[in-house]
């Protein structure tokens, strides 16, 4: 079944359910906020102080970081302006009795263009079902060449931060944005204090454990990943959630980040994808 539902306030979103899985995607910002297996807890993270709102992000699920993974680029807001605009449903379909596929498009618009001048269309699909698979798919329909960096950037909900071990990213460089400082390690990743790595090089599936499951990330079009945990001070900061949150959760992102960005030519395109499967 898919159904376009909304808050008393108006927010809409999708909920998507087959014999299988069920999922929640909100049309603003292409966010998936609910991604559950019959019989399995959600795998996505989400406040429950999130604001289900115009104009704010949703904190947790999977917010899509667009045309800007951070925030290098000071004309644009932090991540983008994708996670606070609305999308278009272009396309629902059943597949099959246990998956699922749902297509949400943005285009430019003046405000974007106020923004960033550039004529595109973002395509982001869903497929729901024994795994979640997110696209985000970018078309160049401008006369002009043009740069982007984006992530998915995925709240894991996990049974504590401090059972968290993340594989996949051993040896590989990274930017400990904290520091300001390169570098790399032979183990696997374990979290004891804010975390805010961006990892390149990245070729290999990352593999998130925990107590009591574990989860792999297979990406696409991506050779850059973000391992993000804010902790206690920061986290405390942050809106739409609560100071102890951090606990959790765990950010992996799969993105084309810092040295990954993309150059797309007019009427081409890129594509970034993940299958989530626990
Ligand atoms: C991560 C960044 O991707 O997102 C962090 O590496 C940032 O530096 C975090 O704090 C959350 O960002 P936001 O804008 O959703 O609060």
């Keep these: 079944m898919i159904q376009v539902k909304s808050f008393e306030n108006g927010f809409k979103y999708i909920e998507v359910t087959n014999d299988i899985a069920s999922a929640k995607i909100a049309l603003q910002g292409a966010h998936i906020y609910e991604y559950k297996c019959k019989g399995k807890d959600d795998i996505l993270w989400l406040s429950e102080t999130s604001s289900f709102e115009d104009g704010t992000a949703i904190r947790g699920g999977i917010p899509i970081c667009w045309p800007r993974f951070g925030s290098l680029d000071e004309s644009l807001p932090a991540h983008g302006f994708s996670r606070t605009s609305k999308f278009e449903l272009l ?46 798919k970018t078309i160049n329909r401008d006369k002009k060449e043009f740069m982007i960096t984006q992530a998915l950037h995925t709240y894991f909900s996990v049974s504590s931060i401090a059972d968290v071990k993340i594989f996949g990213l051993e040896e590989k460089p990274f930017l400990d944005t904290l520091k ?51 902790w206690i001070e920061k ?34 395109s890129h594509t970034l994808s993940v299958i989530l499967s626990s």
């Design 91 to 136: 396309g629902a379909q059943e597949i099959s009795r246990t998956l699922t596929e749902v297509t949400l498009l943005l285009k430019d618009t003046k405000e974007s263009r106020a923004l960033w001048d550039v004529a595109f269309e973002l395509e982001v699909i869903f497929r729901v079902g024994e795994t979640l698979k997110v696209e985000m």
């Design 180 to 230: 300001d400082e390169e570098s790399s390690e032979k183990k696997e990743i374990s979290i004891d204090a804010e975390c805010d790595r961006v990892y390149q090089d990245v070729d290999r599936d990352i593999v998130l454990k925990d107590k009591n499951r574990t989860i792999i990330l297979k990406a696409e079009g991506s050779s850059s990943a973000i391992v993000w945990n804010p």
């Design 235 to 268: 986290g405390s900061r942050m809106s739409g959630m609560r100071a102890d949150a951090y606990r959790e959760f765990v950010c992996i992102e799969t993105a084309n980040a810092f040295n990954d960005f993309r150059l797309i030519k007019p009427q081409e």
